[in-house]
Nanobody
Framework: QVQLVESGGGLVQAGGSLRLSCTAS????????LAWFRQAPGKEREFVAV???????HSIRSVKGRFTISRDNAKNTLYLQMNNLKPEDTAVYYC????????????????WGQGTQVTVSS
């Protein structure tokens, strides 16, 4: 069992930066593949980025070059560094943990955090 808690969201102007954190409790954090999803108002929850248990990364095209996913297994923490934020990045951001590799589907992940709000003003 893994419990995930996100933090670091907030209100930022377009072009600004935020770093989201997702801290996990429970065992075997280093063995999980970890992902970020986001859900904008009125839209489906969508995949943003994933980092595997061995550090391989994958992200959606719209955030490449702006967002960086990373993990610190010693601290049981997942990060999402978000630079050059745009209004269309506004959403609730969720972290998720699973054991099925670099997956982009919500159903592929077993554990979820409660979400943190990111709002980007124009």
């Amino acid at each position: 069992q893994v419990q995930l808690v996100e933090s670091g969201g907030g209100l930022v102007q377009a072009g600004g930066s935020l770093r989201l954190s997702c801290t996990a409790s429970g065992r075997l954090f280093s063995t999980y593949d970890l992902a970020w999803f986001r859900q904008a108002p009125g839209k489906e929850r969508e995949f943003v980025a994933v980092i595997s248990s061995v550090g391989v990364e994958h992200s959606i095209r719209s955030v490449k070059g702006r967002f960086t996913i990373s993990r610190d297994n010693a601290k049981n923490t997942l990060y999402l560094q978000m630079n050059n934020l745009k209004p269309e990045d506004t959403a609730v951001y969720y972290c998720a943990a699973g054991s099925r590799g670099l997956r982009v589907g919500r159903s592929e992940y077993d554990y979820w955090g409660q979400g943190t709000q990111v709002t980007v003003s124009s």
